[in-house]
């Protein structure tokens, strides 16, 4: 049987666990969002969170670190990634290959398909759900 999430009771525990929920947490949730995105558009080369690189695992990591110090638009953080991935050699291709480190999507936000920035909005908006879900922004679930 499955709950219905509209039913749950974020009593004090779980919201304790919301709030402090740690930034590789927070980047594994976006991982698995971005990987159940990337599925529902036929791609299903992103392996579960657990079985992917470390370089992809710290990418996301830095990503989420970037955010909740300063929110970012989508174009920004795309910016932002594009800078941290040239900084480790990274350069466009057409394919994504880490051991040549080439990335089709090292191109400007604004050249990037739709699907592709799609994936920059998914990213800053979850960090935004945690980021807003802080205790010291008095939301509450």
């Known amino acids: 049987m499955t709950a219905d999430v509209h039913s749950i ?7 304790s666990a919301i709030y402090h929920l740690t930034e590789v947490g927070i980047a594994r ?27 992809q695992r710290d ?12 929110p970012r638009s989508p174009a920004k953080s795309h910016e932002l990634w594009l800078k941290l991935k040239q900084a480790d ?9 880490a051991s040549k480190k080439t990335h ?23 960090v935004a759900c945690f980021r807003a879900a802080r205790p010291d922004k008095g939301v509450d679930f």
């Open 29 to 55: 949730i976006c991982h698995e969002v971005n990987r159940a995105y990337c599925e529902s558009l036929g791609d299903h080369s992103q392996p579960p969170w657990e079985e992917a690189p470390e370089w």
């Open 9 to 15: 009771d974020f009593n004090a525990a779980h919201r």
């Open 104 to 126: 089709p999507c090292m191109v400007p936000f604004d050249q990037l398909p739709q699907t592709q920035r799609a994936k920059d909005y998914l990213f800053a908006a979850v």
């Open 89 to 97: 050699g990274w350069r466009w291709g057409l394919k994504k290959d």
């Open 59 to 70: 990418s996301a990591v830095e990503g989420v670190r970037a955010h909740l110090e300063q």
